[in-house]
């Protein structure tokens, strides 16, 4: 449990820090999110506005 306990508050101190590596890896993941969601998401704007036009 002292373990435990003992990776809890490196956590933590981890996370209070400016330039953590927590948040280093979170706004990596974030990033790569937002890619995915750009580069799929506008061709298929694209493709629902071509679709609309055809009417």
């Not at 306990?5 to 330039?19: L, T």
Request: proline share 2%.
């Amino acid at each position: 449990m002292k373990i435990l306990k003992w990776d809890f508050e490196a956590f933590i101190m981890d996370v209070n820090q400016e330039n953590s590596n927590f948040l280093r890896i979170i706004e990596k993941i974030l990033d790569n999110m937002f890619l995915l969601i750009k580069w799929s998401g506008i061709p298929f704007l694209l493709y629902l506005l071509i679709e609309i036009c055809r009417w």
